[in-house]
């Protein structure tokens, strides 16, 4: 049970066979006996958990089921919730309670969701490996001396040990996927514009995506379905966005005429060559079910980590100038004059990563730098989405590695930012171009997960869903689980 | 060698909508503080700005009135400092593309001519919050009730050469947003806030150094702060020193003005497009549809009013100050419509110079249009003169009683009997025997002085049409 999919439980719910209740009550049990081992999880309040559970049962026993009745999801702490703390994993916001939920919170509540607690995440969301969390790093389920991705690691190690069937995480620059792939779960990040960002702590605006992290392909489409729309209280949430049946777009079953794009900059020297060995085998995978394979090329890549690394500081830079100790969050004691209070409470608040980042937007925004930087870093933004748009002329999908590299061993990289940075190559132009991008288990290197990344074109997340359905029925990897936390490797 | 002032104005004039800018709360003036907030303008984490169109609508009408060009798709940007009573840490504002650019106002000049001065562009921004530091010890208070009202900032061309031309401009810029309706334009609720770029050179030189002097909140202190800065920055330069960049405040106890701060202390905003807002876009239909919409506007009205109604241009324009001035004079002339220069000069001398005198508002006068056109019928029907008239007027102000009430009252309604005028002049001539002499031997000046002596003995009832023509007549012998 604790490693079934969200749709099997949902079958078990369905039919009697078990209640909210009792699912709840097998993942608190695991989560008493295994977070602390993991640090999936930086807030847990047992008795809430079960009261929304009690509540969905008695629900269920006078109503039709909701989409997600009863079913547990946890949330990365980035989400605004009215119950229970949202920090962001930052000390600036210790202790930090929001009078409001996010607009994707309310979302599930109204589909019937149980809300399991707040997970580990890098602070601000800014890292790729749940290190820069002021609460403690968060470790991979597969091998606990290592990271479980980033940002959004606690989401990803929470599923890949079934302390809860979902999560949900955000994406500014792989932050969902990155760390799917790590932990060998499945993770979508949906089309910029196609979920609310209302109540999502801002790290880059114009990036932020939410989604769904998961056991299996089907599972994020059915969290995903529940929290997409329009809303108007968010600018850039797109009022006549396609609409996709999202249940009916996991249905397929091969890959007949699938046109499947393998960009060449995402197969290169340096790459860890078992990782780029299972991204090759899946591929050949897809042939075997009908898809052609079709060598392109996305040639403004290697700009692309640059670039977000410049827009998503600039604006972050500015998102995280609230934090000033003025109205909510830390405050230095003893200010002595307005100076020393900003100052002081924002050197005590962040960490030196989020720091890094301020510095670094502040910097490419300042005058004098700013066509230098961010001017031109948007036209490199153009660049990769008309990459992609031209790609997307000859191909129904791009299939890549998520990830060049498995999971690699806690404080590993934590002193060369650089080489940090790198680890989200392959993903960051997804979120430059607006793109849905999904990444699934396809297999292991060095005896940790490796990722299978999904590109589509914008509004498409059917056709990434679909070629990820096909290739998931196919083969086995999503039913593989780590052994140490009672699954089957 | 004469000095040439250069000024530029920029004004920030608070749009009145009923909610703000970018969230759903009330921007009512005047509030408990920090009653007037929610979590969006509050800055509070993951809120986000949703635009008010109506702030948009009227910053285009606006931008129609000054005959500018509207651009149909601008941008927001953040521009980023810290402030406590700045709660997100930046201003949504407009930089690099605003959603108004490039109009003119034209003010009269002393020759009767008129003097075109351009307007750069309007954007719009989001008010911040008030911080408060007077009467507290050692700590400041703020209110959040402000923050996020729409305002729109309006930058004019450097091309006013006098502080008189920078109060022409700015009366006639504050004429025209109270006329469309588009922001109370109250300068003591800061409403209408202005900043003046001020420079001096020598003619046909290129401009100086310019300073910005803030914190300047009426016409008169604008004008005292001007003549300030140009006398300050003269002397400077005429005793041999150069004209720093700077802002200064000004301080309308001391009539000073002291630096706030230098160039090389100014803020690096650090501008950048606003990624919570897409860019906006309005049609072309839609600015037409406002064009459509826009009101008269008062060089028109002043216009009509001078063909339609024979006014002055004095009178008329007395008359469109306000639009509720003029609605007040419209509605006169409705209700007296005989005679539309007769309701010009009673509501312009008599009434306004009377509510100016006791410090009130037309809105506030306690006599009506309606009742004011009663007294004028008055005159029109030869019920009153014209000076018993004004003893009338002297007594609406003051009472509710009707106006053929206090005309009977005072006893005032005109005698047109001839029999009973042939008496009072026949009592005048008798009284007057050498003056009747003299008229007779060919001093037809003294015609005045009959006049005056009847009416005077009438005490002012008698018609005066009437005395005219029967004193010709008795006098003739």
């Not at chain 2, 025209?176 to 001096?200: H, P, T, W, Y």
């Amino acid at each position: 049970m604790p490693f079934s999919s969200l749709s099997e439980i949902q079958n078990r719910l369905s039919s009697g066979e078990t209640t909210a209740v009792e699912v709840a009550r097998l993942y608190l049990d695991r989560i008493a006996s295994f977070n602390d081992e993991l640090n999936a999880f930086v807030h847990i309040d047992p008795a809430h958990v079960l009261a929304q559970a009690q509540a969905s049962d008695k629900y269920r026993s006078e109503h039709d089921a909701r989409p997600l009745e009863g079913l547990p999801i946890a949330v990365k702490d980035i989400f605004c919730t009215q119950d229970g703390p949202t920090q962001c994993c930052s000390n600036i916001l210790k202790d930090f309670h929001a009078p409001y939920d996010a607009e994707v919170i309310t979302k599930l509540k109204e589909a019937g969701a149980v809300l399991v607690g707040k997970t580990n995440m890098d602070e601000f969301a800014m890292g790729s490996s749940t290190e820069t969390s002021a609460f403690g790093v968060c470790r991979n389920p597969w091998d606990t001396e290592r990271i479980p991705g980033g940002s959004s690691g606690g989401s990803a190690a929470a599923v890949a040990a079934a302390l809860t069937p979902a999560a949900l995480g955000t994406d500014t620059g792989g932050s969902i996927r990155q760390p799917a792939a790590v932990t060998g779960i499945t993770g979508l990040k949906p089309t910029y514009g196609r979920v609310s960002r209302r109540g999502i702590i801002a790290f880059a605006s114009s990036l932020d995506q939410a989604g769904p992290m998961t056991r299996t392909v089907k599972d994020c489409a059915m969290i995903t379905g529940a929290i997409v729309g329009h809303d108007p209280r968010d600018a850039t949430s797109v009022a006549d966005a396609p609409a996709i049946d999202w249940l009916a777009a996991c249905e397929s079953r091969d890959m007949k005429g699938l046109k499947i794009g393998k960009p060449k900059e995402y197969f290169v020297d340096g790459m860890d060559a078992e990782v780029r060995a299972s991204v090759e085998a899946a591929l050949k995978k897809c042939e075997e079910l009908g898809a052609e394979i079709i060598d392109i090329s996305l040639p403004n890549t290697e700009h692309a980590v640059a670039a977000y690394y410049v827009i998503a500081p600039s604006e972050a830079s500015a998102n995280l100038s609230r934090y000033d100790g003025v109205r909510f969050g830390h405050r230095c004691d003893n200010p002595e004059d307005l100076l020393d209070m900003y100052t002081r409470s924002r050197d005590e608040g962040f960490g030196s990563e989020v720091k890094r980042r301020i510095l670094t937007g502040a910097f490419a925004l300042s005058s004098g730098y700013y066509d230098a930087y961010y001017l031109k870093a948007q036209q490199v933004r153009t660049l990769v989405q008309q990459d992609f748009t031209a790609a997307f002329e000859q191909v129904d999908v791009i299939a890549t590695p998520t990830s060049p590299i498995t999971a690699f061993k806690l404080g590993e990289k934590t002193d060369d930012p650089l080489t940090m940075y790198l680890s989200d190559i392959f993903t960051i132009a997804v979120n430059l171009a607006g793109l849905p991008g999904l990444s699934q288990p396809c297999g292991f290197a060095n005896n940790l997960p490796v990722g299978l990344q999904w590109i589509g074109p914008a509004w498409r997340e059917d056709s990434v869903l679909s070629a990820a359905a096909a290739y998931e029925a196919a083969t086995e990897w999503t039913t593989r689980s780590p052994a140490a936390f009672g699954g089957e490797s | 060698m004469s000095w040439e002032v250069v000024i530029g104005l920029e004004v920030h004039c608070q749009i009145n909508t009923d909610t703000k800018a970018f969230c759903g709360c009330s921007t009512e003036f005047g509030a408990e503080p920090n009653t007037q907030t929610c979590p969006v303008c509050l800055g509070m984490p993951g809120q986000l700005p949703v635009l008010n169109t109506v702030a948009v609508d009227k910053t285009i009408l606006t931008g129609l009135a000054i005959n500018a060009h509207i651009n149909l798709e601008s941008k927001f940007d953040r521009k980023n400092y810290f402030y406590p009573d700045l709660p997100k840490g930046y201003q949504i504002s407009q930089f690099a593309v605003p959603l108004v650019v490039g109009g003119y106002i034209d003010i009269p000049t002393k020759d009767g001519g008129e003097k075109r001065l351009g307007i750069t562009r309007i954007h719009m921004e989001e008010d911040a919050g008030k911080s408060m530091h007077e009467g507290l010890d050692a700590v400041s208070h703020i209110d959040l009730n402000r923050s996020g009202v729409p305002l729109m900032e309006i930058v004019s061309e450097p091309d006013m050469r006098s502080a008189d031309e920078a109060i022409a401009y700015l009366k006639q810029l504050h004429q025209l947003i109270r006329f469309l309706g588009v922001s109370g334009a109250d300068m003591e609720k800061g409403q209408f806030r202005c900043d003046a770029n001020i420079s001096v050179r020598r003619p046909g030189e290129p401009f100086g150094t310019r300073t910005e002097m803030k914190n300047m909140n009426s016409f008169r202190f604008i004008k005292q702060a001007i003549e300030f800065e140009v006398l300050r920055q003269i002397e400077i330069i005429e005793d041999g020193g150069e004209v720093v960049q700077e802002s200064r405040l000004w301080d309308s106890v001391k009539c000073e003005s002291r630096s706030m701060r230098s160039k090389e202390e100014a803020h690096d905003y650090r501008y950048f497009p606003e990624p919570d807002l897409p860019p906006l876009r309005v049609s072309q239909q839609e600015v037409d549809a406002i064009k459509a919409g826009m009101p008269e506007l008062p060089g028109q009205l002043r216009k009509r009013f001078e063909t339609e109604y024979g006014l002055s241009s004095y009178d008329a324009d007395v008359l469109t100050q306000t639009l509720e001035s003029a609605a007040w004079y419209e509605s006169l002339v409705a209700a007296h419509p005989a005679d539309p220069k007769r309701c010009a000069n009673w509501m312009a001398n008599e009434l306004l110079g009377r509510l100016n005198d006791a410090g009130k508002d037309l809105s506030e006068s306690p006599v009506s249009a309606a009742r004011l056109a009663e007294l004028l019928n008055r005159i029109g029907d030869n019920t009153i003169s014209g000076k018993a008239a004004k003893d009338v007027f002297d007594a609406m102000m003051e009472s509710t009683d009707s106006v053929d009430a206090i005309i009977e009252a005072k006893g005032l309604k005109q005698v047109s009997d001839s029999g009973a005028i042939d008496a009072i002049i026949l009592e005048v001539m008798a009284a007057n025997p050498a003056q009747v002499e003299g008229y007779r031997g060919g001093k037809d000046k003294l015609m005045g002085f009959f006049v005056g002596q009847v009416m005077k003995a009438s005490r002012g009832t008698a018609n005066p049409g009437m005395v005219n023509q029967r004193l010709l007549e008795l006098l003739k012998g």
